[in-house]
């Protein structure tokens, strides 16, 4: 019986990256379990990240010198590759110019160009890449504040949030290579660094405020009739208790009159629909796969040596 060989990644150095913005920042402590089209996955820690296009020409741009080089650095390590990008390999940096599609999912009205262009306009004049991390504890996830760099636990501490998707980071990150049914280069990251904020991408994250979930209640409620739900069900007021005898020569105390109480319509139990299970909250679509340009200077492609 044939022995299955788990393929073992070639890892380039862990760099730091230049700046960029940090994009649906939803599992840098909560590991996603689930992809977008609700098919489960190996759970990981992720975040996209978009590095602003620096020149036109991605020969010229030197935030994409930066990552194609990082990749090329791991395809070198793999020996049977031999130093070139393999044939056919999915290329992990995507042109954020080139118009997002998003895959048609049935029962779903697709996206108007509108709010295609509102949803992911984001991506134009960056290139978009995403950093994985399985390994537990997980990455550090650190912030900037007052020149000083602080280690965070969480997103949010004491009602205070540090960071949101759309803000700037810099990543600790390198690139490692993988040949299952397919072969190429991904991304992994093993810390943060939130350094700048930036405007809102995505819904917020974390839960609602009060304010949020009932602000527009209390106007309304406060309009509203008042129901009558039923017949009075306030028990009766019980009579003051008599008065304690008193001394030879001092007269009896007189108990305090009762004021009225007031009679309150009781309202029956409502009558609620059984609750329905939240669906799972996810970062945004998987990014697809698309011709990327490849690396300035990239050797030939020879096909992928058999396994």
């Given at each position: 019986m044939n022995e299955v060989v788990k393929y073992q990644?070639?890892?380039?150095?862990?760099?730091?990256?230049?700046?960029?913005?940090?994009?649906?920042?939803?599992?840098?402590?909560?590991?996603?379990?689930?992809?977008?089209?609700?098919?489960?996955?190996?759970?990981?820690?992720?975040?996209?990240?978009?590095?602003?296009?620096?020149?036109?020409?991605?020969?010229?741009c030197a935030n994409y010198k930066f990552l194609s080089e990082l990749c090329m650095q791991a395809v070198a390590r793999e020996p049977q590759w031999s130093g070139q990008w393999p044939a056919g390999g999915v290329?992990?940096?995507?042109?954020?110019?080139?118009?997002y599609v998003a895959k048609p999912k049935p029962g779903i009205t697709p996206l108007t160009s509108v709010?295609?262009?509102?949803?992911?306009?984001?991506?134009?004049?960056?290139?978009?890449?995403?950093?994985?991390?399985?390994?537990?504890?997980?990455?550090?996830?650190?912030?900037?504040?007052n020149g000083t760099i602080q280690e965070i636990p969480a997103q949010t501490v004491n009602g205070v949030q540090y960071y949101k998707s759309?803000?700037?980071?810099?990543?600790?990150m390198s690139a490692y290579t993988y040949w299952n049914e397919q072969a190429g280069v991904n991304f992994s990251f093993s810390g943060v660094l939130w350094v700048a904020e930036g405007q809102q991408i995505g819904g917020n994250s974390g839960p609602k405020s009060t304010e949020q979930m009932f602000g527009s209640v209390a106007p309304v409620a406060s309009v509203m009739?008042?129901?009558?739900?039923g017949p009075s069900v306030q028990p009766p007021i019980p009579s003051a208790p008599p008065a304690m005898s008193a001394a030879p020569v001092m007269p009896a105390?007189?108990?305090?009159?009762?004021?009225?109480?007031?009679?309150?319509?009781?309202?029956?139990?409502?009558?609620?629909?059984a609750p329905v299970a939240p669906a799972v909250a996810l970062p945004g679509p998987p990014m697809p796969t698309m011709a990327a340009p490849p690396p300035p200077g990239m050797p030939?492609?020879?096909?992928?040596p058999g396994r």
């Open positions: 990644a070639k890892r380039s150095d862990d760099v730091n990256s230049p700046q960029a913005r940090g994009v649906y920042a939803y599992h840098l402590f909560e590991k996603r379990t689930k992809r977008a089209n609700g098919k489960p996955c190996t759970p990981h820690r992720d975040l996209t990240l978009a590095f602003p296009k620096t020149n036109a020409d991605a020969t010229q290329w992990p940096i995507k042109d954020g110019d080139v118009p709010q295609i262009e509102e949803k992911y306009g984001w991506r134009k004049g960056h290139w978009i890449v995403e950093v994985t991390n399985y390994l537990d504890p997980g990455p550090k996830i650190s912030v900037l504040k759309g803000d700037y980071c810099i990543v600790n009739p008042a129901v009558n739900r105390p007189v108990a305090a009159p009762v004021p009225p109480q007031p009679v309150y319509a009781q309202p029956s139990p409502a009558a609620y629909p030939g492609l020879p096909p992928i």
